[in-house]
Structures are given as structure tokens and as C-alpha cells.
Nanobody, 124 residues
Framework: QVQLVESGGGLVQAGASLRLSCAAS????????MAWFRQAPGKERESVAA?????????LYADSVKGRFTISRDNAKNTVYLQMNSLNVEDTAVYYC????????????????WGQGTQVTVSS
């Protein structure tokens, strides 16, 4: 089992930045690809970003966040981050951290472990 705990959400104004963190425990963190997903009220869960096993390794981004969000991981701290810049109202959602064995992917169907989510609200 892998346990994931997100933090760093909050209420910000449009144009601001936030950094989300996801702390992992339970298994060897460096064996798992990590990703962020989000779900806005009344909408389906969507991918945000994913990263491969190595710090500084492969990174995948949804088109909606490319150039604004950056995913990173620190295997020494068992933590994955999501730096979110130039936030807009459409980024308002609950953000979830997820883990899967092996290569990263942007489809939630491949992920086995999920955190409880952290709320990000962007006001205009």
C-alpha cells in the first residue's frame, strides 16, 4: 500500500501562485510514477501532470496547464510537488495526488493509489 497526503491548497486570487505537496509513505517512493489530477464541481476528474520515477525525469502535462504548472519530485523526501503559476478561475478544483507502478501516464485509470485531495479555489 502507498499512502498519499496532499497539502498546500487554499483560496487565492487570479494570477497568483500556489505550490501543492503530496507526501508518500508505505512503499519505496522511487518505484512509483506520480501524478496530479483535479476535479471541479460537476465535472469529471481530469489529468494535470505526471512525472516519472527519477527526480528530474520525464514530465507530462495536460494542455490546459502547460507553461503554467510544474510537477517535480524529491525522492529523498518522498514528496511530489505541483507548482501552479498564473492561476485562473478555471483552475478551481479539488486536486488529487496519485501513484502508479512504473512509467507515468495522464490517464487516471492507470493509477492505483490516491490521496484525499486538497481544495484550490481561485477568485476573480
Amino acid at each position: 500500500q502507498v499512502q498519499l497526503v496532499e497539502s498546500g491548497g487554499g483560496l487565492v486570487q487570479a494570477g497568483a501562485s500556489l505550490r501543492l505537496s503530496c507526501a508518500a509513505s508505505g512503499r519505496t517512493f522511487s518505484n512509483y510514477a506520480m501524478a496530479w489530477f483535479r476535479q471541479a464541481p460537476g465535472k469529471e476528474r481530469e489529468s494535470v501532470a505526471a512525472t516519472g520515477l527519477r527526480t528530474g525525469g520525464i514530465k507530462l502535462y495536460a494542455d490546459s496547464v502547460k507553461g503554467r504548472f510544474t510537477i517535480s519530485r524529491d525522492n529523498a523526501k518522498n514528496t511530489v510537488y505541483l507548482q501552479m503559476n498564473s492561476l485562473n478561475v478555471e483552475d478551481t478544483a479539488v486536486y488529487y495526488c496519485a501513484a502508479k507502478w512504473g512509467d507515468p501516464a495522464l490517464s487516471s485509470a492507470y493509477y492505483d493509489y490516491w490521496g484525499q485531495g486538497t481544495q484550490v479555489t481561485v477568485s476573480s
